[in-house]
Nanobody, 116 residues
Framework: QVQLVQSGGGLVHTGDSLGLSCTTSAPTFSILSMGWFRQSPGKNREFVAA????????TYPDSVKGRFTISRDNSKKTVQLQMNSLRPEDTAVYYCNVQLYWGEYWGQGTQVTVSS
């Protein structure tokens, strides 16, 4: 059973920075990509960031581009999300995601709250 364990998150103010981390038990060779999604009350889960297996390619939606940075440490099978210039609309539960050859898995979710 593949596991993803998240850490980080919490309560910050507008303009602050915050980091999230996620470690997977999946075998490194099986990982296609890792990423982050978020979901706020009453809304669908939305894509936040993704990074390729090699770490050479990253993808962001316009809503976070230039403010969020995704990175990974393959030796530790960890992916991080650095969030800068946070806004109240970034408030959500953030989920780590790993895409494997045979399927995808999710972390347990971490609350990020940005107060105005």
């Amino acid at each position: 059973q593949v596991q993803l364990v998240q850490s980080g998150g919490g309560l910050v103010h507008t303009g602050d920075s915050l980091g999230l981390s996620c470690t997977t038990s999946a075998p490194t060779f099986s990982i296609l990509s890792m990423g982050w999604f978020r979901q706020s009350p009453g809304k669908n889960r939305e894509f936040v960031a993704a990074i390729s297996a090699s770490g050479a390619s990253t993808t962001y939606p316009d809503s976070v581009k230039g403010r969020f940075t995704i990175s990974r440490d393959n030796s530790k099978k960890t992916v991080q999300l650095q969030m800068n210039s946070l806004r109240p609309e970034d408030t959500a539960v953030y989920y780590c995601n790993v895409q494997l050859y045979w399927g995808e898995y999710w972390g347990q979710g971490t609350q990020v709250t940005v107060s105005s």
